[in-house]
């Protein structure tokens, strides 16, 4: 393909000297002031803008994501502020750069298995072959289960209510709750879904490919992230991160 | 300092295993399905949730800076994607690198010079003091001029008017405002207020330090990245770019 | 764990206020001045110095990685060199970030399949199993086959040829030139060990664990991107990147 | 400027199906098992080959750099292999992110003034306009001063006794030393050549342009992070760390 090709294309934003079209919508008459940052995201993940109800269901996807404290992105952030505070974009870059298979990852397995199922038949079988594939390769089912939150994760089931208050219930929540059932029985274990499992049937509830269902955390932990920044600025904790690891790892040498 | 340290601390958010505390507001009570992205954003910037005019004001500033196409940060996304195709927080990652001192940066250029000022005084004065210092050093002002968009940046003039209306006008407005006159006389120019002078004059209005004013720019830039991951999965860029670029820029050889 | 736990430790370096420890050699004076660059790569990788042969070998490969012109990583250092000239570290650590599983992962790839592999029995069976592997599950065979490079990839047989004379000819080589043959018959193609292929056969001759195996490209393209940062200070091609990029693009909108 | 213009080009590497050139010389045939990473490296820098004396102090400066434990660099390393373990590439380039104005930022400001100077001359009276620029600043002068290693940083004098070896000697090394001794007379304090500013130093006296001189230490810590990468995969130190942390930092709430 090159330069000349039709295929070769973007259809997301465009200007003109007077004008800024966004998936169609004119920037600064359509968008700015009339849609929050969430509704942005929404428009980017499926080009159009969402109703009401999508409205409030996605940016509290997006919210629960935000703000979980010192993880180990925001301490990322943290060291790489106090390495080049010049620059706070890296630092929130780095931060983002955890957000992989551990953590937001599971968003994205949760998704993926939920749009990979036929979801007009018989949801019980759909979950039990969503187990046996995970369960028989000893790997863990993504979106399910939870260290401290349990027997319910409360971000995901506040979700799940969301959804329905928004008369937007659908086959994928059914889906991933009897996949979750279903793998507590198989291991013997409470296993909840968690809220990236939430986040990952709601996502596909909303049209979301699962293939950029990880992006809703990786929109919320920007904005996180730069909280972080802030407050490291006017208390910072880095030095002291350093020193405590640095003598505690290297304690039996020197 | 040390762990002991009473100074080693975050006050950002904190969990239990029945609770997360986010700013002092219960996450799943107070914030999910209650607040939008951009309230978030304006919680981890300022402390406080915005009042009903302040989100509206502040989802706008990242609103207007989501999505301006095929800039170097999207092409950023779309090779980094080539590349790393499993690792969608890499390519968001990488594309928000380039928001330095070229780009976003003068967001907190604008809302320094304008934080620095005194505001209760004599705002001509003050212009005349920011437009020397820079006009003196050679020194682009911050937050003034745009190539394409003059004499009027219609991002800015939007964002403006939705100050106004949340009846939240203040002399961070009138200063910039004073700042590009001068300049533009100085420099014998038509230099409009353009979009981020508007954002770091605004974000000064709403208490939002300078020394993170340019991460409004991280936040909404990583919502937008997202976007381009996904059309770059379904209509590749990248490849063409490569071969294009290897083409114009080693013709000479080989 | 916690910082008192005896596995909460770290073994590569440490120092006191005369001494800097790496991998128990003294900084100072057993390693500047004594060792090259590659060396200490090696270091890094197998928590000991070279031989001399193996150090001949070792900088070999990452030589043969260092440069490739205006790759997918080098571009996307340029573009983000030219939004935030004040960090060459970003443009340098955004280049890296595409070095995913599309290019540098599949050293990884081939370094798995061959430390996987029985080395001391019968190489043409294994060869099989591997190639079967891959070739029933329609994927890749990493470090097989090259677009432009073929029938032999010319870094591939220089690397080769200087394990040879170094004296280190090892069983993991003709097991990946046996994948190959036999790849490229199953395929009805002729497919050379390309040099990620031979990288990863010789690191597993090295005794580098496939695991870090990508290593030796990070390392080696962090010392490359550094370059085009410099060329693209004196002879910027960002802008006249983003300019056709944007115009292609974009040219049926607007 | 666009892709027609004789302006847009590449001197590093081009490629034909039948040789690699990089830098005009055949990489396989001329730079593949003849010289070493560290060689490349200077290359990369300069444009042209080292010497064999110019091989050895580059590459003694490079060395000098790769490791010195777990700095915060180490650290980011390690936490982001724990979120994105699939992404090697990741968490190198998130470690070197922090390798800003803190600490390898000041080999960029050491060779920077040493080459805004006049070498030629009254070297005395050189560094005195030096010290005066940053003192009278409140500035702190790049490449002086050391919290462990002192009268003396072992890493510097090692570098300049190497330099000597070589008959490298020259005015750049002659006048940071002033530099040093001038800005612990002005300040009251024993403030040594560190290791930075003898980096600063013999770069510029190697004809490294200032503006990439820190690209040495981002080359040379790219090297050391896979190592601490590998070391995370066998003995995990993340874990700790986040738990400790996070305990220490919010231990008054919840």
């Given at each position: ?71 180990p992105s925001a ?5 790489t502020r106090y ?172």
């Amino acid at each position: 393909m090159s330069f000349e090709s039709p295929d070769f294309r973007s259809d997301i934003s465009w200007s003109t000297p007077s004008a800024i079209t966004v998936f169609g919508h004119d920037l600064v008459d359509d968008l700015v002031g009339k849609v929050n940052l969430g509704d942005m995201g929404f428009l980017e993940l499926t080009g159009r803008l969402p109703t009401p109800g999508e409205s409030t269901v996605f940016n509290a996807l997006t919210v629960s994501l935000v703000e979980h404290g010192l993880t180990p992105s925001a301490i990322v952030t943290r060291m790489t502020r106090y390495g080049a505070p010049e620059s706070l974009q890296s630092a929130v870059a780095a931060g983002l750069l955890g957000l992989g298979s551990t953590f937001v990852g599971s968003v994205e397995g949760a998704a993926r298995y939920v749009q990979e199922a036929t979801l007009d038949g018989d949801l019980t079988k759909e979950a039990a072959g969503i187990v046996e594939k995970f369960v028989s390769a000893k790997a863990i089912v993504p979106g399910i289960g939870h260290p401290i939150h349990k027997p319910l994760d409360p971000r995901a089931e506040r979700l799940f209510g969301l959804l329905d208050e928004a008369g937007l219930r659908g086959p994928q929540v059914t889906l991933i709750r009897e996949v979750a059932r279903q793998a507590g029985d198989a291991l013997g274990k409470v296993l909840p879904v968690n809220v990236t499992g939430a986040i990952g049937a709601i996502a596909s509830r909303l049209g979301i490919d699962w293939r950029v269902a990880r992006g809703i955390g990786v929109m919320a932990r920007a904005v996180g992230l730069v909280g972080h920044v802030l407050e490291e600025i006017r208390t910072p904790t880095a030095p002291a991160i350093w020193r405590e690891v640095d003598e505690a790892a290297t304690r039996h040498h020197g």
